[in-house]
């Protein structure tokens, strides 16, 4: 299955071919429907363009998510004076506030 984020580079690389097979919206006229049309697809294509370019500058990687989910991990388990129930040793005592507060801190930095 194709992504949407490949789909859209898939549209865009199209766009550029048929900039190269029919050229620019005025070289047809403006008023030409076919200078229309190419314009509003160029047009489509920078907004298109845009959207990529944001999301690949925000998009964080598998190893960068797994880095900051094992920093949180870390963190909230070396809280001090904490100890698990017995019954759960894998259990982790954390506050609503405590986890809030570490959550902020490690995404702002992340976002950094």
Do not use: C
């Not at 959207?51 to 909230?76: F, G, P, Q």
């Not at 809280?79 to 702002?108: C, G, H, K, W």
Request: aromatic share 8%; charged share 25%; glycine share 4%.
């Amino acid at each position: 299955m194709v992504s949407l984020l490949e789909s859209s580079r898939l549209i865009n690389e199209r766009i550029i071919q048929v900039h190269k097979a029919f050229g620019a919206p005025g070289d047809w006229g403006y008023d030409d429907p076919k200078g229309e049309a190419l314009y509003n697809l160029y047009m489509a294509q920078a907004s298109l363009y845009e959207a990529l370019k944001a999301t690949e500058n925000s998009t964080a990687s598998a190893t960068d998510i797994e880095a900051i989910v094992t920093h949180i991990v870390r963190e909230v388990a070396e809280l001090p004076d904490r100890t698990s129930p017995i019954s759960n040793y894998d259990f982790m005592l954390v506050t609503e506030q405590e986890l809030a507060t570490i959550l902020r801190l490690r995404l702002e930095e992340a976002r950094q």
